[in-house]
């Protein structure tokens, strides 16, 4: 029995089995579980995760029921393997942005990380933004060849200071009502970000990010916070742990933009940029318009190393 017409509504907070959900239309959000008729057949993977949009109903003891899992616009997702196949986790749905958080010095940016979220960011078909925190600890011209090959990349640099407040109202507004996936090194000043924007938030967002780095199994959730400005960000979902899985050497090229163009202009189409002759990519390497770090991250990744 249900009291009110199906809402529709945002999954807030996911945990074993139970879904927070925040109606359109209501105040106080509502625990809900997934319809029986939902979880027939064989389960291949999660069937709604925080930020999944759903059509949900009230019971009368005030819990709810997901009726309906809207269609999802992207999805980040772990493939975690199983004696009965794989089974795809969702770390979050319909992300809008993924905010890569890196310090321009103390701790000195894991440029080799950042190549290989922005790599599975590209995959996942999310958007990507960097952070480039810290920037009070550095001439602003060094701080700028840190990240200069990204911004000739195309991807948004933000440099920001929790210290001096650089960069705050613009990683304001780019945050501002959008569902944004956070990850980064610790140390790099995610929490103190967090809390410059909204006092509060950086904890809130910090300790479960903390607790999933270290691998412990005590809170065995994820969840989103509201932004008071509009918008969510969600639980750094463990994007260290996402392994590039399936994914073969001519399809990692497509995924470094400064590797997508080139590799058609090899003689070879099998080219593996090493050694054959008329490879576009070590010719482009020699020229310098490659960056070497670029190129070894690439290596590295197709090679299946950290
Ligand atoms: N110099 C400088 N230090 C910062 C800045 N932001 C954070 N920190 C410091 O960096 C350390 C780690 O910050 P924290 O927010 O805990 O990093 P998290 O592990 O990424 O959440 C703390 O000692 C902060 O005070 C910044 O913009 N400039
Ligand atoms: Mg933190
Ligand atoms: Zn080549």
Not at 123 to 141: C, F, G, Y
Request: proline share 6%; hydrophobic share 40%.
């Amino acid at each position: 029995m249900t009291l009110t017409p199906p809402l529709t509504g945002l999954i807030i907070r996911a945990q074993s089995g139970f879904f927070t959900v925040l109606g359109a239309e209501l105040a106080t959000p509502v625990t809900c579980q997934l319809r029986g008729r939902l979880k027939q057949g064989r389960r291949e993977g999660d069937l709604a995760a925080i930020g999944d949009q759903v059509i949900f109903s009230h019971l009368p003891d005030g819990s709810g029921v997901i009726e309906e899992i809207l269609p999802r616009k992207s999805e980040i997702i772990r493939l975690d393997p199983r004696p009965q196949g794989e089974y795809r986790q969702i770390l979050l749905a319909n992300p809008d942005q993924a905010v890569f958080v890196f310090a321009c010095a103390n701790p000195q940016p894991k440029l080799r990380m950042l190549d290989r979220f922005l790599v599975i960011a590209e995959k996942q078909n999310v958007p990507a933004v960097i952070v480039a925190n810290k920037v009070d600890l550095l001439e602003k011209t060094a701080a700028l060849a840190l990240f200069e090959i990204y911004i000739s990349l195309g991807y948004p640099v933000i440099f920001t200071s929790t210290h001096t407040g650089e960069g705050l109202p613009e990683l304001r507004q780019t945050l501002s009502g959008k569902l944004s996936a956070l990850a980064g090194p610790s140390g790099v000043g995610k929490s103190s970000l967090m809390n410059a924007l909204q006092p509060g938030l950086g904890i809130a967002v910090g300790e479960v990010s903390q607790a999933m780095n270290k691998g412990k199994h005590t809170t065995n959730f994820r969840q989103l916070h509201r932004l008071e400005m509009g918008g969510w960000v969600a639980d750094a979902p463990g994007w260290k742990s996402l392994a590039l899985w399936d994914t073969e050497p001519e399809e990692l090229e497509a995924y470094f933009p400064d590797l997508r163009e080139l590799v058609s202009h090899c003689q070879f189409s099998d080219c593996s940029h090493t050694h054959e002759p008329g490879c576009a990519v070590t010719k482009a390497l020699a020229a310098g318009s490659l960056r070497r770090e670029r190129y070894e991250s690439f290596l590295r990744l197709r090679a299946g190393q950290e």
